[in-house]
């Protein structure tokens, strides 16, 4: 059991370069989330998706899009990098049908280490 | 809509010393809160959750937070610091059947020899 992982772990973009940061999960979970976090500003919730085939933006979509064709995976997508997405990104899963929590534990990745230069 | 202040964005304590990181939150349903720790370099690691069951919450690493409805607090304590505390510390809150949580800007605790 892997729980949430990322990839790559780290990458060096070109301003106007494009990328895909990859997130799977092997817990069945439904939710999963795309966050950045920049020093003094916690972590900040980009894109989310609430099952198979949906997603929805969150607090600082701008510049990203993403996608979730699979379940267990969650794509996001720099299509014209800029210095101002240099950040570290998290993905991150919760909530199983079947142990039918109402509270939602968001379960981490390890993160990705991006620079835009 | 609900928002997690913590006070303090760095906070230092000997060894061995108390540890008091604190969180107010607002919102507008019953809250559920969460206390969570990044080590450097790493993922955000669950220590402990509230979920409207007992007030006072233990969690990992002798961590435990009391949820204080009329201060609208959920501060998280430890009688007594080790080094391996050193880590950056994150409260969140959700609502029930919310599928989002909203993150404090965090709190920097270092251990002092």
């Known amino acids: 059991n892997a729980g949430v992982t990322q990839t790559p772990k780290f990458r060096v973009l070109k301003t106007g370069q494009s990328m895909t940061l990859l997130c799977a999960q092997d817990?069945?979970?439904?939710?999963m989330y795309w966050y950045r976090q920049d020093p003094g500003m916690g972590l900040r919730l980009i894109h989310y998706s609430v099952g198979e085939g949906t997603t929805a933006k969150g607090e600082v979509p701008d510049g990203y899009n993403v996608s979730r064709l699979k379940k267990q995976n969650f794509l996001l997508g720099l299509e014209s990098a800029a210095p101002s997405q240099t950040s570290v990104y998290f993905c991150a899963s919760s909530y199983s049908r079947r142990a039918g929590k109402q509270f939602h534990e968001q379960f981490f990745g390890p993160g990705t280490r991006l620079t835009v230069l | 809509a609900q928002s997690v202040t913590q006070l303090g964005s760095h906070v230092s304590v000997s060894e061995g010393a108390l540890v008091l990181l604190r969180c107010n939150y607002s919102?507008?349903?019953?809250?559920?809160l969460f206390w969570y720790v990044q080590y450097p370099n790493q993922g955000l690691q669950l220590l402990l959750k509230?979920?409207?069951?007992?007030?006072l919450v233990k969690g990992i690493n002798g961590f435990e937070a009391e949820f204080k409805k009329s201060e609208t607090s959920f501060h998280l304590t430890k009688p007594s610091a080790h080094m391996s505390d050193a880590a950056e510390y994150f409260c969140a809150v959700s609502g029930a059947f919310n599928e989002k949580l909203t993150f404090g800007t965090g709190t920097r605790l270092t251990i002092i020899p």
């Open positions: 509230y979920t409207s069951a007992a007030t």
């Open positions: 919102s507008s349903v019953p809250p559920y």
């Open positions: 817990m069945n979970h439904e939710y």
